[in-house]
């Protein structure tokens, strides 16, 4: 088993550093949402698909 993990050592930390960071991009996400704000909204109102409301915008 040891050896195994040896063998394998450097896949192994690459796959806990790769899920770390979805981890810390899914509760990124997370914490967006709950705060009702758009996940992935630039702020650009020019090309805003209606994510969120905008007082200066004037939708037909």
């Not at 770390?20 to 630039?42: P, T």
Request: proline fraction near 3%; aromatic fraction near 4%; charged fraction near 20%.
């Amino acid at each position: 088993m040891l050896a195994w993990i040896a063998q394998n050592l450097a896949t192994i930390i690459i796959s806990i550093i790769i899920i770390g960071l979805f981890a810390l991009a899914v509760r990124y996400i997370r914490k967006k949402s709950k705060k009702g704000e758009c996940v992935g909204c630039s702020g650009g109102c020019e090309s805003c698909s209606g994510c969120h409301p905008h007082d200066d915008k004037k939708l037909p």
